[in-house]
């Protein structure tokens, strides 16, 4: 090899080098994209909702929206967990439509979203997560025994790993993942995904535990979490209680998985299969 080539391999195996740190050092913003200044008063969103907060194990103040139930005494209440992007604003038309299902809700933002203090992380979600839970089953007017968990893309991660430190009556988790590796894997093909990434969000090790009914909704027309990566961890699932959604025509960002009715069916549907008495009459 002539002195010349040496230099282009060279050259090639610097720029590469370089793009691979530089996927390393960036990599969270990739993978979290907050809207991160304040959202507006819960009340100006969601007629009745109220402004609430509370405290991380490691000392950051999250701020969140409780909405009660419509019409009557609540079926349950249901802890969201969002996914990678927006705020707390954004699942407003998800809680309205739960509110008026008779279900109470709590949304709130990870750390660094909707002007939250703090910086997103894997183990800083879980414990926003934590927090959030322990917030929701000490109000009085939520039953801690009807408290269940639905969990968006990245939140259904996050959602999963709480319900096996913490088993909810039930988790809906919508567009999951294995794994942020598998996920990394399919749209990075070309990077060494398993040797950058720090965050990880293993569901796939993780599910196989769970020790509540399982709910698994998923988008036929979504092109980032294809519905093959959300069956794969279904299918490792505690087969007893759980059960498998398939949205037609469903995208990832599709309003039919935000707050369609088709998935809000299922959802009250699975809970009233589980928890056939909050569903009778007078709830």
């Known amino acids: 090899m002539t002195g010349q080539a040496f230099k282009t ?16 050092l960036f990599q969270r913003r990739l993978i979290y994209l907050p809207f991160d200044q304040r959202v507006p008063p819960a009340g100006a969103v969601l007629p009745g909702a109220t402004d609430v907060s509370f405290d991380t194990s490691d000392g950051l103040r999250l701020g969140a929206w409780f909405v009660p ?13 969002n996914g990678n992007a927006g705020s707390r604003a954004d699942r407003a038309p998800l809680a309205a439509a739960l ?18 203090p703090g910086r997103p992380s894997e183990r800083g979600l879980a414990l926003d997560a934590r927090a959030a839970r322990e917030y929701v089953a000490s109000r009085d007017d939520v039953d801690a025994g009807r408290l269940f968990y639905f969990g968006e893309s990245l939140g259904a991660a ?54 509540c009914p399982l709910l698994v909704v998923a988008g036929e027309r979504d092109s ?60």
């Open 9 to 24: 391999v060279g050259g090639v195996a610097a720029a590469i080098a370089v793009l691979l740190l530089l996927v390393w």
């Open 69 to 81: 139930a419509e019409n009557g005494p609540s079926r349950g209440t249901v802890l969201v967990f």
């Open 99 to 116: 509110s008026q299902r008779g279900f109470s809700v709590l949304l709130f933002d990870y750390r660094g979203y909707g002007g939250n």
């Open 158 to 211: 996050v959602a999963l790993e709480l319900a096996t430190e913490h088993p909810p009556a039930a988790v809906v988790l919508r567009s999951p993942f294995a794994s942020m590796t598998r996920i990394g894997k399919h749209h990075y093909p070309f990077l060494p995904v398993g040797l950058l990434l720090i965050d990880r969000y293993p569901s796939i090790e993780r599910v196989p535990g769970l020790q």
């Open 224 to 283: 980032i979490i294809p519905v093959a990566h959300s069956r794969s961890l279904y299918e490792k699932a505690p087969p007893a209680t759980s059960r498998f959604v398939l949205i037609e025509g469903a995208g990832h960002n599709d309003y039919a998985l935000f707050a369609g009715e088709r998935m809000l069916e299922e959802i009250e549907r699975f809970w009233c299969e589980i928890r056939p008495a909050s569903c009778g009459e007078g709830r």
